[in-house]
T-cell receptor, first 113, second 117 residues
Framework: AQSVSQHNHHVILSEAASLELGCNYS??????LFWYVQYPGQHLQLLLK??????LVKGIKGFEAEFIKSKFSFNLRKPSVQWSDTAEYFC???????????FGKGTLLTVNP | NAGVTQTPKFQVLKTGQSMTLQCAQD?????MYWYRQDPGMGLRLIYY???????DKGEVPNGYNVSRLNKREFSLRLESAAPSQTSVYFC????????????????FGEGSRLTVL
């Protein structure tokens, strides 16, 4: 079965620090990759996605992610976090043409002012 | 546009009671999904519907049933609620599979918080 691993359960940073959240998946074929964010008390919103082409994708609010096929990874980065980035972040993977989207367990990011 | 609308937003049930969570989308999407979110578990897929008239099991279907009533609506039913079904339920929809090479991101509803006593 396909799995998605987010290695960091809870990350605590100070404002202006750089962020990298790890995401690895277990399927070796064609994948579509997503990062979602969930602010406290809200639903999930798409941050960015990768389908094909340039493996470095840019999303909203200054986030970016890099798809490294050889490492089965799609890590999320932001050069300088803000207090308003405090949220839970979920990586998700779709296998090829499969309709199902599998989510990781999430990483809670706390940014201290 | 309302996007994905779920009702009710909150519900408290007693063990053994039944209820239906309703979901509707107005984006003309073909696929719809029900997930549950539990602390430390992320989102787990309960059921999905790739298109009107079809439904398929996800990771955690036991104790649930679904109906794809039409293209817009996808309901989730708990026939005999159990405390283990206490969770936040999210409905989502996607244009994945439609002609035009849609990237297939999911659009989520606001969630329904269910407590089973």
């Amino acid at each position: 079965a396909q799995s998605v691993s987010q290695h960091n359960h809870h990350v605590i940073l100070s404002e202006a620090a750089s962020l990298e959240l790890g995401c690895n998946y277990s399927y070796g074929g064609t994948v579509n990759l997503f990062w979602y964010v969930q602010y406290p008390g809200q639903h999930l919103q798409l941050l960015l996605k990768y389908f094909s082409g340039d493996p470095l994708v840019k999303g909203i609010k200054g986030f970016e992610a890099e798809f490294i096929k050889s490492k089965f990874s799609f890590n999320l980065r932001k050069p300088s976090v803000q207090w308003s980035d405090t949220a839970e972040y979920f990586c998700a993977v779709r296998r090829g043409s499969n309709y199902k989207l599998t989510f990781g367990k999430g990483t809670l990011l706390t940014v201290n002012p | 546009n309302a996007g994905v609308t779920q009702t009710p937003k909150f519900q408290v049930l007693k063990t053994g009671q039944s209820m239906t969570l309703q979901c509707a989308q107005d984006m003309n999407h073909n696929s719809m999904y029900w997930y549950r979110q539990d602390p430390g578990m992320g989102l787990r897929l309960i059921y999905y519907s790739a298109s009107e008239g079809t439904t398929d099991k996800g990771e955690v279907p036991n104790g649930y049933n679904v109906s794809r009533l039409n293209k817009r609506e996808f309901s989730l039913r708990l026939e005999s609620a159990a405390p283990s079904q206490t969770s936040v339920y999210f409905c989502a929809s996607s244009a994945f599979g439609l002609a035009g090479g849609n990237t297939g991101e999911l659009f989520f509803g606001e969630g329904s918080r269910l407590t089973v006593l």
